[in-house]
């Protein structure tokens, strides 16, 4: 997109009364951004679902000034703005009718041939929450998937900071332009999160800062992610409006089920009563249910198998698997005399392998 066509797109979307469904309406049907705001406003209220409170303000110069300073600071400051059909724009993102016109951008994200998860959830966050947390991220690291959450305090921070420490990109989700970072405290964690990730909005910097952004946020959150896991929610909370707009898109909503008698459960444990989300309580089930056949990804013959090198662990994993087949993660741990915090890190190591597949209910058997 050249820069002319940019700023009359982002006038666009400063229009106080018109949405980002409107505007990709409006330039799917006109062609461009620019012939939107420079078309007569006689003939745009000829298109279905286009009033005069809607378009008003097309044609604006005001807003125009507003774009061209909005631009000098993208520039300034290293910033990358993707339209709807940018070849670098959210794949997923594209099938979001309310998806944004434009995104911002900024660190070193890359999305293609990725496997894209949101992990959300409350920001009282429990010990017990950031232990799975933690330990969920642990174990999907052998996917090397991208981590999405909304950098905000409680379990957002603690997904990009266990991202982070294994190595996988993440991507923060803000409520705001990119001149500023909220919370404050979180600005320790930027370069980490630049330098592996990035950061990504649909805020202007003139954009007022509003609670309201935050469930506006949630929307990229859930669109550009083939799933959303909720770790821990009281029965209100912004991750729970997060899992209600990705069932909305037809994505995977994931919840993580507690004790009925804890407060932080009670969201994730309504979320699977009404059958809004699936169980999750490793990253077998993720696995499973998203259909990441490690066996297809990695087709592999059995000979080509048979010199596959194996740690200590591992074999005595498979050993285990051949002499009883479709063990439970437990009955692993036993026989194994491997830790179940560990025993589920090495299965996904073997799993990659092509040795051996997760089925329900937490078994996995020798392939």
């Known amino acids: 997109m050249n820069k002319q066509e940019l700023i009359y797109l982002i006038a666009l979307q400063k229009l106080p009364h018109i949405g980002d469904t409107t505007i990709k309406k409006l330039i799917d049907r006109l062609g461009s951004a620019e012939a ?202 912004g991750s729970l409006v997060t899992a209600d707009i990705a069932n909305s898109y037809n994505r995977e909503v994931f919840s993580v089920p507690g004790r009925p008698s804890d407060k932080m459960s009670e969201g994730c444990i309504n979320l699977l009563k009404r059958n809004q989300a699936r169980p999750i309580t490793s990253a077998a089930d993720l696995i499973f249910h998203l259909g990441w056949d490690l066996e297809k990804e990695n087709e592999k013959s059995v000979q080509t198998q048979l010199f596959i090198d194996l740690s200590e662990d591992e074999q005595s994993i498979i050993d285990a698997l051949q002499k009883e087949n479709k063990q439970h993660i437990d009955d692993l741990a036993l026989n194994t005399s491997i830790p179940t915090y560990k025993l589920a890190s090495l299965l996904l190591e073997i799993e990659m392998k092509g040795l051996i597949r997760p089925l329900p209910g937490k078994l996995f058997e020798v392939i």
Do not use: W
């Open 36 to 237: 939107v705001y420079t078309e007569k406003k006689s003939n745009l209220l000829k298109i279905d679902g286009i009033g005069l409170h809607k378009i008003k303000e097309i044609g604006s110069a005001s807003f125009l000034d507003i774009a061209q300073r909005e631009i000098a600071f993208l520039e300034k400051e290293n910033i990358q703005a993707l339209d709807y059909k940018h070849a670098d724009y959210p794949s997923l993102l594209k099938h979001c009718i309310d998806g944004p016109s434009v995104l911002f951008t900024r660190g070193n994200i890359d999305l293609k041939n990725k496997k894209i998860i949101s992990i959300v959830g409350t920001r009282k966050i429990t010990t017990q929450g950031i232990a799975f947390c933690e330990e969920l991220i642990e174990e999907l690291t052998v996917l090397n998937p991208v981590i999405v959450s909304g950098f905000a305090y409680g379990t957002d921070i603690c997904a990009h900071k266990a991202a982070l420490k294994n190595n996988l990109q993440t991507i923060a989700c803000l409520a705001h332009g990119l001149n500023q970072i909220y919370p404050k405290p979180h600005a320790k964690y930027m370069k980490g999160v630049e330098a592996n990730g990035g950061f990504v909005t649909d805020f202007l910097t003139t954009s007022d800062f509003d609670r309201n952004n935050f469930l506006k946020r949630n929307r990229i959150i859930a669109g550009m992610s083939e799933a959303t896991i909720v770790i821990e929610s009281a029965t209100k909370g």
